[in-house]
């Protein structure tokens, strides 16, 4: 059965995009990565949120702009939105509320991870009690202000339990099993 797994790279800081929805700030620490590596091959869809399917890429100006991790994955991608596009965009489904799409996302994944894109829609995961686990890389730079990892005002405690942590020049992985 597919596992819901929400991964981002974030400054020190917290920030997994910066103002604006700005990701250009993580190209300089994107690189060789095992973790990763490891990890598209058991990705089976992708469930992202329109604010980042639509938004900023930090491929922007390679061959790789618009691919997920980078062109280095290709199946059925989720997307959550009260406002789908007009037009059909191929190997993408919309949906407007999360049972639906995460539902579909996890038919399509099969036994592998249907990865969690976006801090709206792993928030929306988390408080319905949906997400398995959590993959989250850190770089060695402050951004200031931006989109936070997991934000709830008013505060929300949810427990984790580290699973594996790996070390690498450009950043440190700690990945963790959502427990309550």
């Known amino acids: 059965m597919a596992k819901l ?66 062109g280095g994955w290709e199946g059925q991608q989720f997307v959550l939105t009260h406002h789908p596009p007009v037009q059909p965009v ?39 009690g949906l997400l398995d686990e959590v993959l989250v890389f850190t770089t060695p730079v402050f951004l200031g202000d931006g989109v936070r990892l997991f934000d709830r005002p008013g505060g929300t405690r949810i427990r984790l339990e580290q699973v594996q942590v790996s070390a690498l020049p450009h950043c440190t992985g700690i990945w963790l099993r959502v427990v309550g």
């Not at 579909?104 to 036994?111: C, I, L, P, R, V």
Request: proline share 5%; charged share 20%; net charge negative.
């Open 5 to 70: 797994l929400f991964s981002a790279t974030m400054s020190l800081d917290g920030f997994i995009a910066g103002p604006g929805g700005d990701m250009s700030w993580l190209a300089d620490h994107l690189g060789d990565n095992p973790t990763v590596d490891g990890l598209v091959p058991r990705v089976g869809s992708i469930l992202s949120g329109a604010r980042s399917f639509f938004g900023d890429d930090p491929h922007r100006g390679t061959e790789n702009e618009g691919e997920a991790f980078g």
């Open 90 to 128: 191929p190997g993408v489904t919309f949906a407007d509320d999360l049972d639906t799409a995460v539902t579909a996302a996890k038919a399509a994944a099969g036994d592998g991870y249907v990865n969690v894109i976006g801090a709206n829609v792993a928030r929306q995961c988390i408080e319905a």
